[in-house]
């Protein structure tokens, strides 16, 4: 790390064309054009524009997909730039920041997105029980958006949700208000939501546990 900064400095001070730089590079790749069609970086330099492919490198930079960067980079004109190539280079002064992209982990969890799944199993006290055909409470995810919605039985709800890997994390649940005859199979699974902290998709089933214990399972529709 050491000999790579003295060598920027070097360069910085050497070279008349050169300038640092922020960049933000986004969470995932974009697909480049051209010749020699792959992935490109998506960077911008400043928070509140769009982002843009970059199709240079960035010397000792290495990414990681999931990731927002804030960087300091070193742009340095090159002294023959080739026909067909880019005018200059770049070199990685320091890495500002590195957040880990809570889109990209929602993107790419396996839960179905904005399609219903109903409740086929619930935890009553301590032992699991199939749901009656009567009182079928349901869940949607928004995963673009964070968000989960669904029916606890008589009335809709509303919430947030983030994940983490296997982890998921419920909160800021809300329901309408309908009073009904039989609320008992609602208030818990609306308890149950609010505690499940991991998830498992195996088959057509989303389990949802709070640490080992099995609280809720769904059904998963066929495509």
Do not use: W
């Not at 300091?72 to 004109?77: A, L, N, P, S």
């Not at 080739?82 to 957040?99: H, M, Q, R, T």
Request: charge should be positive; glycine fraction near 8%.
């Amino acid at each position: 790390m050491k000999i790579r900064f003295t060598l920027l400095l070097f360069l910085f001070s050497s070279f008349a064309f050169s300038q640092r730089m922020i960049f933000y590079v986004a969470d995932t790749k974009g697909d480049c054009y051209g010749v020699g069609k792959g992935l490109c970086l998506q960077i911008k330099e400043k928070p509140d524009e769009p982002y843009a492919l970059f199709y240079s490198g960035i010397e000792g930079f290495s990414y990681e997909e999931g990731y927002h960067y804030k960087l300091e980079v070193m742009r340095v004109k090159k002294e023959r730039p080739p026909a067909d190539g880019g005018v200059y280079n770049y070199y990685l002064i320091n890495i500002i920041s590195k957040e880990r992209s809570k889109n990209y982990t929602l993107k790419n969890t396996p839960i179905p997105d904005q399609r219903p799944l109903s409740l086929v199993r619930i935890s009553k006290s301590g032992k699991m029980e199939i749901v009656d055909n009567n009182v079928v409470p349901s869940i949607s995810f928004d995963k673009r958006n964070g968000r989960i919605s669904g029916k606890a039985g008589c009335n809709r709800y509303f919430g947030k949700v983030s994940f983490d890997q296997q982890r998921i994390f419920i909160s800021g649940v809300g329901s309408t208000q309908m009073a009904c005859t039989d609320m008992e199979i609602e208030s818990l699974y609306l308890k149950h939501l609010t505690a499940v902290n991991r998830y498992q998709l195996s088959g057509n089933n989303l389990q949802l546990f709070r640490d080992q214990e099995l609280l809720l399972q769904f059904i998963v529709p066929e495509n």
